[in-house]
């Protein structure tokens, strides 16, 4: 099937995070296809439902929505199914389910997952101190972190620890250099779940060719794109983490979120470990 583009129209009454993460899911599974995609978040009023049709009409495609108003959700179904426009509430049927097991209907409140509760400032904390603790800042105090990310430059190591902030998980990430010597505090650490990022040389010489395009001339450094300097960073790597017993995550083919699922694992079955450490002492 020959490369072809579609409009994707996301409608939601809140941040739009949920239909992002739904419709680009989907679309990723039709790679003939490429996705233009038009996010309309906080659609609170008839207005703004309006302007939104006036849109979708102008670049019809498929229509994906999250409204909690009733009516407004029927406004868009009636204007959708007379431009013959493909339109779908993403979240009726888990609503369904909810309800057929918990015997009563959702409360109807807008953006409710997004309340200023507990979890929220967690995660505000959290990623305050993921970025007070990037590439190897602040090592005084990365015993207050929940997890720990070592790894040679473009491991992905900063991308990997905001997503877990995002998660609530206060992350701190060390860059491992051969030439100049760890944290000493790393090494006395008990709570932190410490975990090192490795690649394939290939694949970190491809990312630092890329990088290293967008910098002057005299800043590309021979031995950052040396792939035999890259294969000794990797072993060395690999040495400290088998003389301290570090647990390693091999990222060459995975994406940010993988490897973020991966360690957000692999952090709690250390902190099962350690509870139940502090169980057997008892």
């Not at 509430?89 to 015997?103: A, E, K, M, R």
């Not at 794109?225 to 003389?243: D, G």
């Not at 390693?248 to 350690?274: F, G």
Request: a neutral charge; proline letters at 4%; charged letters at 20%.
């Amino acid at each position: 099937m020959r490369d072809q583009f579609f409009h994707l129209h996301m409608i939601s009454d809140a941040t739009g995070d949920t239909l992002r993460a739904v419709g680009r899911a989907a679309s990723a599974q039709y790679s003939h296809a490429r996705v233009v995609e038009h996010i309309h978040s906080m659609v609170r009023n008839d207005q703004q439902l309006s302007d939104i049709l006036e849109k979708i009409e102008l670049e019809p495609g498929i229509v994906l929505y999250t409204l909690v108003n009733s009516d407004h959700a029927q406004k868009l179904e009636t204007a959708c199914q007379q431009l013959h426009i493909p339109v779908y509430n993403v979240l009726s049927p888990i609503f369904d389910l909810f309800q057929s097991y918990l015997g009563s209907s959702q409360t109807g409140q807008i953006g409710a997952q997004h309340s200023l509760d507990a979890s929220y400032f967690q995660r505000i904390e959290a990623m305050n101190f993921t970025m007070l603790h990037d590439d190897g800042l602040s090592p005084h105090s990365i015993g207050e972190a929940d997890v720990v990310i070592l790894g040679i430059s473009r491991t992905s190591k900063t991308p990997t620890s905001v997503y877990l902030a995002q998660r609530g998980l206060r992350v701190a990430n060390i860059p491992i250099v051969p030439d100049i010597a760890l944290p000493k505090a790393l090494f006395a650490l008990k709570k932190p779940f410490i975990i090192c990022l490795i690649a394939s040389s290939r694949h970190i010489l491809q990312i630092r060719h890329h990088r290293i395009l967008g910098l002057p001339a005299n800043s590309q450094e021979s031995d950052y794109l040396n792939r035999s300097v890259i294969n000794e960073e990797i072993a060395y790597t690999r040495r400290i983490c088998q003389r301290n017993q570090w647990p390693i995550l091999d990222v060459t083919r995975k994406s940010i979120e993988e490897t973020s699922a991966e360690i957000l694992k692999s952090y709690q079955q250390h902190c099962r470990y350690l509870a139940e450490m502090v169980q057997n002492r008892r």
